[in-house]
């Protein structure tokens, strides 16, 4: 892969990358909660996911996810069921944030959240990897880049590491700019408006995968 070439396949999913979806939402809403540690937690589980998805598309899973219809619509299902479990949870903990909010005095302290890594992490895990749609894009993406007279596996390499940085720099800006609205804001009643806001979010997102085609 050319310089050149790796310049345009840079620039290209930094723009896939810069418009919010499942990955970011999450990134957001665990930068709240857990701060700095959440959205590390985020980004590594996230980053997992990508690289096995990578190394799928190289060995041509991504072309037999399409020639089977079946198995494109399982994935489907299995993800968007995940969204939508994900954006229920947030709506009822936004429901006793709530509530207790209007039980303790405008005074009291914001909830404090234990943080748990290996449920941030395999939780971003199981968002990033549980979209086909994911799968299909880098499969039809990524082998426009390919100079098929050098090594591919070198170029996969690069591109993945390429897709990583991207992703670990985006949503570090995301994380520190909702961190320095949360500060200024205040906690209780941006929590609260978090929870909704991402619930909501994330039943629209899996109802928008349930419906979406392969192509």
């Known amino acids: 892969m050319s310089f050149h070439t790796w310049l345009l396949f840079a620039a290209a999913y930094l723009l896939t990358t810069i418009s919010p979806g499942p990955n970011v939402l999450l990134v957001i809403r665990n ?55 994900l954006g229920i949870r947030q709506l009822r903990s936004a429901r006793k944030t709530q509530a207790s909010q209007t039980a303790q005095p405008a005074s009291a302290a914001s909830p404090a959240y234990a943080f748990d890594r290996r449920k941030v992490f395999r939780e971003a895990l199981l968002v990033s990897g549980s979209n086909p749609k994911t799968m299909i894009f880098l499969s039809a993406f990524m082998p426009q880049f390919i100079d098929h007279e050098r090594g591919l596996p070198e170029q996969f390499i690069v591109m993945y590491l390429t897709i990583a940085v991207t992703v670990a720099l985006v949503h570090t800006v995301y994380s520190l700019g909702v961190r320095g609205i949360h500060q200024r804001v205040g906690a209780s009643r941006w929590i609260a408006a978090l929870k909704r806001g991402s619930g909501l979010v994330f039943v629209a997102l899996g109802i928008k995968l349930l419906t979406a085609q392969r192509a």
Do not use: T
């Open 31 to 85: 930068s709240v909660r857990y701060g700095s540690r959440g959205a590390a937690a985020s980004v590594a589980g996230n980053l997992l996911a990508q690289g096995i998805v990578v190394a799928l598309v190289a060995l041509g899973v991504g072309a037999v996810l399409v020639a089977l219809p079946p198995l494109f619509v399982a994935m489907k299902v299995l993800g968007a069921a995940y969204l939508m479990y």
